[in-house]
């Protein structure tokens, strides 16, 4: 009897041990993810008033203009562009719309600012399509106006081709679960079908809408690649040059604040509306809507409404981006280039690993621990994606420059010895930047999946003596397969695409795909950015492809 009673004492403790370390990982991890804005905050009020009022009297008002007409914009094209593709594809029939409606996603597998590179390429003043409008018109290069692609409205198509698919996909999964009642009630009322549409399944839809053109926005606010190219001076451009070309962390800091407090106010709109969407769902499952069959000329309108946003935002750039990669000097092959691929390669993959185990530590703490503390830490964990990777950037550096500075000022006086930046400028904490901005992303993939394991589960495997820990290892991990590769493929290409923080972050000669495309693209050399773009948007494609799948199977 003593014997069995000191077995399940050990027990006990074991399991007691595998819970605190569950739960000071998942705490440390929230705090990881607090630390870069808490930095921002700090390092912006301690910076004095006076760079904050050389800003506002010089640079601020145009940062902040221009920011919020470039944000106004975007969400009103991806609103359109999003909302529009899928009412036609979900509630209408025409020939070519089971293949659109896939091929409608391709677009997110495109960086912005690889768009912005292959369209500048053809549409700027010695590009082809002016070139040729000159020689068969026999214009002089001022004789004539075209419109400006490095421009503000220029950015803003770039990044609405881009982006609308976000605000396509929740939209038509909203359409697709809404019940043919309220519509044909509508119709039986005396409202045509665009009347029907606008008063009753827009509405129904608005949460989902609303959510898919905020994170669009999201996204807008976080760009640095496609506005810093086209000399457009947002909040992303203002940090990258205050940091760089006038090496004022103070000024940095606070125009950091100024973007973290917009995209937190964003992120609060967003986690409403995800809330509200629930109230619009009907608890007793109906017949869906009938689709609408269009023949003749409105058959051939909805097909070209549906194919121009596939064809602008993929096809024609990956032409364009393939046609000039052709004509570079640049080899993909060479050692230089092998070198890009392989740093791009070995932060993606390092980051993927770390967030998604995060992630796990999270996700499986708040399963095994729910309650207000647990749920904190998951909230903390989920706001680096509303922070754009700049933020995250600055809110790192100044931290851990600091502390490298101390650590270096002890040692010179105590020992003699010179330890230089530890942190600062190491793969580490870049890595850890990333892991901040995606650990939503990989959460959000993990919590999917862990939703199907059923609780009794959990409650068999401790019966037979599992810990926490055995738990996660023996059942939850074998059976999330799945989502977590799903989670680790679309870290992986978000890192690979990511801009910003990779170049205020990276180690001293330490360049990735991102990097070099954005080099060449700034040094006007095009046609060699496209070769790292090619390499960047096929990346991209692997999870776009498994959307498309989703997205086929209806």
């Excluded at 399991?15 to 912006?44: D, E, H, N, Q």
Aim: with cysteine.
């Amino acid at each position: 009897m003593a014997e069995v009673e000191y077995a399940e004492h050990g027990s006990r403790r074991h399991k007691t041990t595998s819970t605190r370390i569950l739960g000071v990982l998942a705490y440390a991890i929230a705090a990881a993810c607090l630390l870069p804005m808490l930095a921002v905050v700090l390092a912006a009020v301690t910076g004095g008033t006076e760079t904050i009022a050389h800003l506002m009297e010089t640079v601020l008002p145009s940062y902040a203009l221009t920011t919020l007409a470039l944000v106004v914009i975007v969400a009103i094209g991806t609103f359109c562009l999003g909302v529009g593709a899928a009412w036609l594809v979900t509630m209408t029939r025409f020939p070519g719309a089971r293949i659109l409606e896939v091929t409608l996603v391709l677009p997110l597998a495109i960086p912005a600012y690889v768009l912005a590179y292959a369209y500048t390429f053809i549409l700027d003043h010695p590009g082809v399509v002016q070139t040729t409008l000159r020689q068969v018109t026999g214009w002089g290069p001022r004789d004539y106006w075209f419109p400006e692609i490095r421009s503000l409205g220029g950015a803003a198509v770039m990044l609405i081709l881009v982006l609308y698919p976000y605000v396509y996909l929740l939209a038509r999964a909203a359409f697709l679960q809404q019940s043919a009642s309220a519509f044909l009630a509508a119709r039986a009322l005396g409202e045509n079908p665009w009347g029907a549409f606008w008063r009753v399944s827009l509405p129904m839809a608005r949460p989902a809408i609303a959510g898919g053109v905020l994170l669009a926005i999201m996204e807008t606010i976080a760009d640095f690649g496609t506005v810093s190219y086209f000399g457009v001076p947002t909040f992303a451009t203002g940090i990258y040059t205050s940091w760089f070309s006038m090496a004022d962390r103070a000024a940095a800091a606070q125009l950091a604040l100024c973007l973290l407090g917009f995209a937190l106010m964003l992120a609060m709109l967003e986690r409403t509306q995800r809330g509200k969407a629930r109230y619009y769902q009907s608890g007793k499952k109906q017949s869906g809507l009938p689709p609408i069959e269009l023949t003749g000329l409105k058959a051939a309108g909805a097909f070209v409404l549906c194919a121009i946003p596939v064809v602008l935002g993929f096809a024609l750039p990956s032409v364009i981006l393939f046609d000039m990669g052709m004509n570079s000097e640049q080899n993909i092959v060479s050692s230089r280039y092998l070198g890009f691929v392989r740093n791009s390669i070995l932060l993606a993959g390092t980051a993927a690993l770390i967030t998604v185990g995060a992630a796990i530590c999270v996700g499986f703490f708040q399963r095994q621990h729910p309650g207000r503390a647990s749920a904190t830490a998951a909230y903390l964990a989920r706001l680096g994606y509303a922070v754009p990777g700049g933020v995250i950037a600055v809110g790192l550096i100044v931290p851990f420059a600091n502390f490298d500075n101390m650590l270096d000022s002890w040692m010179r006086e105590h020992f003699g010895i010179s330890t230089g930046l530890l942190v600062t400028g190491s793969i580490w904490l870049l890595v850890a930047a990333y892991m901040v901005r995606f650990l939503a992303a990989a959460l959000s993939a993990y919590e999917g999946g862990q939703s199907t394991v059923h609780s009794n589960m959990d409650h068999a495997a401790r019966s037979l003596g599992q810990t926490p820990l055995g738990t996660l290892r023996k059942v939850h991990l074998p059976l999330l397969t799945p989502s977590l590769l799903t989670a680790l493929l679309i870290v992986f290409v978000d890192v690979m695409k990511e801009l910003p923080a990779t170049l205020i972050m990276r180690p001293f000669n330490f360049d990735t795909l991102a990097v070099q495309a954005y080099r060449l693209a700034s040094d006007e050399r095009l046609e060699g950015a496209a070769v790292p773009s090619l390499v960047i948007v096929a990346v991209g494609l692997l999870p776009v492809i498994l959307i498309c799948r989703q997205v086929g199977r209806r």
